[in-house]
């Protein structure tokens, strides 16, 4: 019943930046962490940076010091601003959001994904 919708994505060149805006649709409340993972192919899916409903904040190691994850927990909404891009960086990056629910187990959801190219 959730769905989450991605924007941001594009072709950046080294060392640019980019900012992702994701958002929950339809609705839809009650929804805990939030956050953004990131996929290359050939690749297992990476934490890129989560804040929790509390306000916990968790980066994956290669990205501390240039993202910067944002949370809007009353509009459901989550960002992502990603400077000193490298092309390592490059791959499709994916909203996450934890739904929480009374008497329920919590729900994960994921957004389509929006891609991220970091090349000159």
């Known amino acids: 019943q959730v769905q989450l919708v991605e924007s941001g994505g594009g072709l950046v060149q080294p060392g640019g930046s980019l900012r992702l805006s994701c958002a929950v649709s339809?609705?839809?409340?009650?929804?805990?962490?939030m956050g953004w993972y990131r996929q290359a192919p050939g690749k297992q899916r990476e934490l890129v940076a989560v804040k929790a409903g509390g306000g916990a904040l968790t980066y994956g190691d290669s990205v501390k010091g240039r993202f910067t994850i944002s949370r809007d927990s009353a509009e459901n909404t989550v960002s992502l601003q990603m400077n000193s891009l490298k092309p390592e960086d490059t791959a499709v990056y994916l909203c996450?959001?934890?739904?929480?629910?009374?008497?329920?187990?919590?729900?994960?959801?994921w957004g389509q994904g929006t891609q991220v190219t970091v090349s000159s």
């Open positions: 339809g609705g839809i409340f009650n929804i805990g962490t």
């Open positions: 996450y959001a934890v739904r929480i629910r009374l008497g329920r187990p919590p729900e994960s959801y």
